[in-house]
């Protein structure tokens, strides 16, 4: 899909330092050896040729948050996406299907609302474990399968762009919301790519 990738515009330098770097820090993968990868990505959101949040939207979808495959199959050890946020848009409590993943911001602005899940008597379900605000060139790394997070584009004007690296493709993952009792309770959800371009299908 040729289209999507000249529609968006990215520079696939841009995209061949992205995977050269991930690859380079495919050693595990340990907690340590994703903090590496994380501080070594971070650089890429201030290269001229990184992609830009109103560079990639055409001017009609801009109310829609767009998911593209940038590189990955599903024999893939890693998948890497850049997601589009329009303004204010806020995604609900999910997981990441007990995949790692480190989430960088390129345009704009996020808040992460992080929680572990905890399945013990007398808890609602899920930890809130911090809450961070995540600027260009910043970016949040998880290794814990009981992650949790919820993610939320602060500017209420203008769309962000974040580039997403899982360990392996993500398929499928959890969304969760409090049942009557105030209990987290997950919802299964198959996850939707929008467009495809880059390197994907390496
Ligand atoms: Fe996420």
């Keep these: 899909m040729g289209d999507a990738t000249d529609t968006l515009r990215i520079d696939e330098r841009w995209t ?18 994703i903090e590496a990868m994380r501080l070594r990505l971070l650089e890429l959101a201030f290269r001229p040729e990184c992609p830009q949040a109103e560079g990639l939207y055409a001017a009609t979808d801009v109310t829609h948050y767009r998911r593209h495959l940038l590189a990955g199959t599903e024999a893939s050890p890693y998948s890497c996406l850049l997601i589009q946020w329009p303004a204010g848009h806020a995604t609900p409590l999910h ?17 992460v609302e992080e929680f572990r899940k905890d399945e013990s008597p007398g808890t609602d379900g899920l930890v809130h474990a911090r809450t961070l605000v995540l600027g260009v060139g ?11 997070h919820r993610c939320r584009n602060l500017s209420a004007r203008k769309p962000a762009l974040s580039l997403h690296i899982y360990g392996g493709m993500l398929e499928r993952f959890n969304t969760f919301e409090p049942d009557v009792a105030g209990r987290y309770q997950p919802s299964r959800y198959v996850t939707r790519v929008d467009s495809v371009g880059g390197l994907a299908g390496i």
Excluded: K, M, N
């Design 16 to 33: 061949r330092t992205v995977c050269e770097i991930v690859e380079s820090h495919l050693t595990g993968p340990s907690e340590s050896a």
């Design 138 to 148: 910043d970016a949040a790394a998880f290794t814990d399968p009981r992650y949790v």
């Design 95 to 111: 997981d990441h299907d007990g995949l790692w993943g480190i989430e960088l911001v390129l345009d704009g602005a996020l808040q």
